[in-house]
């Protein structure tokens, strides 16, 4: 049986999918937020819903509204985790330190503009208060290019700064036959 080495192609391109996968979990988490009280509200007005086990069902939905701001947090943790993890596990050469700074300063242009994509959609009446609510979303994205940059670097620090692990034999064997 043979066994596999891990595909260890990634770096840089973990802080683009973090962006981008971040972005995406706060706006859909707004929506969410919002949506939900809106829909058990109409519901609640019905007489059809009337019972004590449709009541309970929408005190618990309110309930999970409270719960996506700590799952936000959680994902935004395991993201930054694997970024290091990954990192650490790539072979990289010193002389793509320029290449990951360019791209470095590209994620953080990306960032900025997904910053205020977050911004505009939060800037909405009726989305703000919800968006308001949510305490760590909201510490996140206001402080998402300083966060963004640090883990960049911190990434950047572990990719490059690993001692020589003994896996690049480009350069042994050149002299003999």
Do not use: C
């Amino acid at each position: 049986m043979e066994i596999k080495e891990l595909s260890k192609k990634a770096g840089i391109e973990s802080i683009f999918f973090f962006i981008v996968t971040m972005l995406g979990l706060a706006i859909f988490i707004i929506i969410v937020a919002y949506t939900i009280p809106q829909i058990t509200d109409g519901l609640k007005e019905t007489e059809l819903n009337d019972s004590s086990a449709v009541r309970s069902i929408f005190a618990e939905s309110d309930k999970t509204i409270d719960k996506l701001d700590p799952v936000f947090l959680i994902i935004f943790s395991g993201l930054i985790i694997s970024i290091f993890i990954i990192s650490f596990m790539i072979d990289s050469h010193p002389i793509f330190i320029p290449v990951y700074i360019l791209l470095l300063v590209f994620a953080i242009i990306i960032g900025a503009i997904t910053s205020n994509v977050y911004e505009e959609f939060t800037a909405n009446a009726d989305l703000a208060t919800v968006a308001a609510s949510q305490l760590y979303m909201v510490t996140i994205m206001n402080n998402w290019i300083m966060i963004l940059s640090g883990v960049g670097i911190i990434s950047m620090i572990i990719i490059f700064a690993k001692p020589f692990q003994g896996r690049r034999v480009w350069n042994q064997n050149i002299l003999s036959p």
